[in-house]
């Protein structure tokens, strides 16, 4: 059985001295200790003091983005060796505002993903369509080339512990979240695909999170979905009593 992940995107928001106060409060007001596997991904400059903050805690620390290179002259990037040291456990990879904003593509996105492996850092690639596509019926085309592209030359060993997000950009940051019945049909989608990519075993082990303006009251719906084994919380990720409380629709 694939153990749900609920993973924290805070993007750009979050000083170290907010970041401690967050990790308190979500201490506090999830007491009993979340029933599912936790990832918070700050901004990289709050990296090390979470390190600490979380030591011992049943949350686990992940990056927003990484560089594909070991070490050199890559002016302003991080590499998989920095993250690594720091106990960066997942990496988010190929959000819709980094391929938007940075201009990163699949390829780099390839690369970044192979590099995050080597290292046993585990990615969260992230794929989805755009309003666009989504209203020409083309969300599922889209999301297959995504992830042909993300999956090219990697090697079956360690690719189980790869962990998808679908996110469809018309959701994020939008308030106008996915259906449930539409993501569970597009991540049944992925799974088919990964099944003629990796295998049947493996495709199985590889878990599918739905993200995109979940939020306390929709979190739940997507979490009885078959194929969605967790979610990637963008802006009700930064508000403890909110992250805690979709923490909390996890139940068995
Ligand atoms: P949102 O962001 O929850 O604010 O929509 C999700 C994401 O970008 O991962």
Known sequence: MREKLIAANWKM???IAEALQFIAALKFESKSGPRCEVVICPPFTVLYALDEALSGSPFKLGAQNMHWEEK???TGEISPEFLAELNVR????????????????????????????????????????TLVEHEAGQTVTKVRGQMEKALKNLSAAGMEHLVWAYEPIWAIGTGKNATAQHAQKVASEMRTLLETKCGKSVAETMRILYGGSVKANNA??????KDIDG???????????EFAAILSTITA
């Not at 201009?103 to 996105?109: A, K, Q």
């Not at 970044?112 to 850092?121: F, G, Q």
């Not at 739940?220 to 979905?225: A, N, P, Q, R, T």
């Not at 979610?231 to 009593?241: F, I, M, Q, R, T």
């Open 13 to 15: 928001n979050g000083t």
């Open 72 to 74: 050199g002259a890559f």
């Open 90 to 129: 997942y990496v988010i990879l190929g959000h819709s505002e980094r391929r938007q904003y940075f201009s990163e593509t699949d390829e780099m996105v390839n690369k970044k993903i192979a590099a995050a492996l080597d290292k046993t850092i585990t990615p969260i690639v992230c794929v989805g369509e």
């Open 220 to 225: 739940g719906d997507f979490l009885k979905e």
């Open 231 to 241: 979610l990637l919380v963008g802006s009700a990720s930064v508000d403890p009593k």
